[in-house]
């Protein structure tokens, strides 16, 4: 390495001149675009926001929003297994408690990654490795990180399963995945994650391949450990009733970018996004007639490759046309604050999404 | 399943020739000999009794030997006894007895030959997958599987036995000869059986390499941190060694009965080579014997893969 490089984006400094951030997690402007025979494919496209400890963010949106390519971003997993692939493009910065992760020498963010910050997946059985023990998978997860021998470890993988609530942990920890129940796979995956009391737990739409009556379980099981731990977890689902129970924030994604950010029951009761709605809309609930349709958000997913020019949103939005001078098709609305710490970006005013909010859409929910 | 495979075996190497109109006492008599003396063997070898008596007797002369008698002309063939070579008038035990080291010690010098070279080859492509080093490995390891053993063998032999005179081969490899010539003797079938097979490897390891190495549970080593390195050994590996386990088992079996090929090429007085003699010279019982040895062989290999299994892959055990 030169001098030169030196001098340039050195650990702990920003790349951005800013200076770094107080907030425990930071990410700004987060890049990742994948090239591909067919394109330059722009998974996330300029993301960012802010996660103290002790706060949970719930990520919401489609399947290829970018939500998980955000998360593996931050894991700096994005071009892992990317074998002989053109390499995944990253740029932006990523700050964890005060360290910058996109400059930072990949072994170091290797060392974090496990013990500062982990990750629950969505699928419990295939990501979990079939041939090795529940135990001999925490064991692994704890020694990369704890210099201790294996007897040590095997206690401590014991004492997480009883954690996480398996029933005869002592015993328990000598099954493989294959024999145990979907819920009791994800307990032994938060289990091994949380074992070495990670500040930052990321999960990955935790609780889609589970069965309903086990997914309020490992929610209610996130939110405990969470208080215990004081970590900070970002919940990534398309779930909108996983982020009503956890979330403090939630984050709306759609086509590789934030639509609308803000606290919890704001984004819940005051949406200023016509995605927003449209999510909100496509919900089903108990408290609503059973004759009442779903109201789903017409059209499908932008393509990632040639995202729509504007807004992103407005081919499938029904307001598009409200703003003037077709400024939807043309410019990119940015993320502007329409409340306390509530962001959204939408050419509309605020008076006309508040009018359309209340008389249109808020009755039909 | 190996009295199937001996039922089989009999039926097909010691029926068809009758169906075909060959009369085996004849065969074994030769030509020129008296009817009188054909009625002899067909008695002695009890070729006039039905045919279940037949396949019992020879059955039963494996574990217990057995007695050849017309009168008082009396044969007594011990133990493992598969009767006698209708050329040499040898036991065929003899015959298998000589050829299995020598078969044996081809396979296993060329196994581990191939097993390192193309699972270390492939693993290093599926890692280096689009790279000139893949794009060479998998080209060579298209040669390697395109080139018959006669080619490489016949050009291996000219270059480094006959034009160089680096190694010196046996032409009769017995168990009287030493570890030494065994060795020097071995070493270019070896490398020439083994090219052949770790070109597959090559490619099979590189096929299963890519698709484990897409699997969530090695995205899930990854983010506890794991090393790359025991990412690839300790997660990705174990799993593609189940099918590499799979093929390897049964080309061993295979191989035991006779490397037909390589043997014939290197002149190794292999099981192959006895099966290609006994073929040209009509010795029907040999045949019969290298068959069965070869059945056996790959049964028995089929039998150990389907236990190693469980010891890899818990989910097959039981319980």
């Known amino acids: ?365 | 399943m190996v009295l199937v495979v001996l039922l089989a075996t009999f039926t097909v190497f010691y029926m068809l020739p009758k169906w075909a109109g060959q009369d085996i006492a004849v065969l074994f008599a030769g030509k020129a000999t008296g009817a009188e003396q054909v009625e002899g063997i067909r008695t002695k070898l009890g070729l006039d009794d039905p045919l279940f008596i037949q396949f019992w007797d020879f059955v039963k002369g494996i574990p217990l030997g057995r007695t050849y008698a017309n009168g008082s002309d009396v044969t007594r063939c011990p133990a493992p006894c598969f009767g006698y070579s209708f050329v040499t008038e040898e036991p065929v035990w003899n015959t298998l007895k000589e050829a299995l080291p020598v078969t044996a010690a081809l396979a296993a010098g060329a196994c581990v030959l191939w097993l390192v070279a193309g699972v270390s080859t492939g693993v290093v492509s599926a890692l280096k997958r689009g790279s000139v080093w893949d794009r060479v490995a998998m080209i060579g390891a298209l040669g390697g599987v395109s080139l018959p053993i006669f080619f490489t063998g016949m050009v291996a032999m000219g270059i480094f036995v006959h034009s160089l005179g680096w190694v010196h081969i046996s032409d009769n490899l017995s168990t009287d000869d030493s570890v030494g010539v065994w060795f020097e003797t071995l070493l270019l079938p070896w490398i020439v059986l083994a090219l052949l097979n770790a070109a597959m490897y090559a490619r099979l390891t590189r096929a299963t390499m890519l698709d484990v190495l897409g699997e969530d549970y090695i995205r899930t080593a990854r983010a506890k941190g794991v090393a790359e390195r025991a990412v690839i050994t300790r997660h990705a590996l174990r799993s593609a060694m189940t099918p590499i386990l799979t093929v390897f088992g049964l080309d061993i079996g295979v191989l035991l009965g006779g490397a037909v090929l390589t043997e014939s090429t290197f002149n190794l007085p292999g099981l192959g080579l006895a099966a290609v003699q006994a073929i040209s010279s009509k010795d029907l019982p040999v045949i019969l014997g290298v068959t069965l040895f070869a059945a056996l062989a790959i049964a028995v290999a089929n039998l150990v893969v389907d236990l190693l299994y469980a010891v890899i892959d818990p989910r097959v055990r039981l319980g």
């Open chain 1, 1 to 365: 390495m030169t001098d030169l490089h030196k001098t340039g984006a050195a650990v702990g400094e920003p790349v951005s001149g800013r200076p770094a951030p107080t907030a425990f997690l930071e990410v700004r402007d987060l890049k990742v675009h994948f090239p591909t025979d067919d394109g330059l494919v722009k998974s996330v496209d300029g993301l960012s926001f802010q996660l103290e400890k002790g706060k949970t963010l719930g990520i919401v949106g489609e399947s290829g929003s970018g939500k998980s390519v955000t998360s593996l971003g931050i894991m700096g997993l994005h071009t892992a297994g990317q074998y002989g692939k053109k390499k995944a493009q990253i740029s932006g910065e990523i700050w964890l408690d005060g360290t910058e992760l996109l400059t930072a020498d990949p072994d170091a963010v290797r060392k974090l990654r496990g013990r500062e910050m982990a990750m629950i997946f969505q699928d419990p059985l295939s990501s979990l490795h079939p041939y090795y023990t529940i135990g001999q998978q925490i064991v692994e997860a704890y020694r990369v990180h704890h210099d201790v021998d294996k007897k040590t470890a095997k206690r401590r993988a014991v004492e997480m399963l009883d954690r996480v609530g398996i029933p005869q942990p002592d015993k328990r920890v000598n099954s493989y995945p294959h024999e145990f129940s979907g819920g009791m796979r994800q307990r032994a995956m938060i289990a091994m994650s949380l074992v070495n009391n990670p500040e930052l737990l990321i999960a990955d739409e935790p609780t889609t391949a589970l069965d309903v009556t086990v997914q309020a379980q490992i929610l209610d099981l996130i939110r405990d450990l969470q208080k215990e731990f004081g970590s900070a977890v970002i919940v990534i689902t398309h779930d909108l009733g996983v982020v009503a129970e956890l979330a403090d924030d939630i984050l709306v994604m759609y086509g590789g970018r934030c639509v609308e950010r803000g606290p919890a029951e704001k984004v819940f009761y005051e949406p200023r996004h016509p995605y927003t709605w449209g999510l909100l809309g496509s919900m089903p609930r108990l408290d609503r007639e059973q004759q009442d349709r779903l109201i789903p958000v017409k059209g499908s997913p932008p393509s990632l490759i040639n995202v729509p020019a504007g807004c992103a949103f407005n081919p499938r939005c029904p307001y598009a046309d409200i703003p003037k001078d077709n400024v939807t098709r043309t410019v990119r609305p940015e993320l502007t604050e329409v409340g306390g710490r509530h962001w959204a970006a939408c050419h509309m005013t605020q008076e006309q999404r508040e009018r359309i909010w209340t008389e249109e859409i808020a009755p039909k929910l």
